[in-house]
């Protein structure tokens, strides 16, 4: 089993930057994990997939509402994930969750049904 723990949440002005980490820890976690992502669910809406970035060639994918303005990334000992958000919006305002899928899963990277483990999520509020 994986665990992911988030952090760098916390409340921002519309405009500035947040930075959040997610730590992976258990057996085989650097290889065995294909993929990590981040999601985040609005209050009263539905999960949204945020970023993702897969473990060969590290390709990366963005969700629809990110528009460029995020990036996501990891260490190079693969274990720490990170989510650079930048030009926040009102409209970021979420729980964001870390998720990791292991090797062999078969799937779209941000689908939520992909991943297998989860994080506790860290809250983000950006006001306008």
């Known amino acids: 089993q994986v665990q992911l723990v988030e952090s760098g949440g916390g409340s921002v002005q519309a405009g500035g930057s947040l930075r959040l980490s997610c730590v992976a820890s258990?057996?085989?976690?650097?290889?065995?994990?294909?993929?990590f992502a981040w999601f985040r669910q609005p209050p009263g809406k539905e999960r949204q997939a945020v970023a993702s970035?897969?473990?060969?060639?590290?390709?990366?994918y963005y969700g629809p509402s990110v528009g460029g303005r995020f990036v996501i990334s990891r260490d190079d000992a693969g274990n720490t994930i990170f989510l650079q958000m930048n030009n926040l919006k009102p409209e970021d305002t979420a729980t964001y969750y870390c998720?990791?899928?292991?090797?062999?899963?078969?799937?779209?990277?941000?689908?939520?049904?992909?991943?297998?483990?989860w994080g506790q999520g860290t809250q983000v509020t950006v006001s306008s």
């Open positions: 998720a990791a899928a292991p090797s062999g899963t078969m799937g779209r990277p941000l689908s939520g049904e992909f991943y297998s483990s």
């Open positions: 258990g057996r085989q976690v650097t290889y065995s994990m294909i993929c």
């Open positions: 970035i897969c473990t060969r060639r590290r390709e990366t």
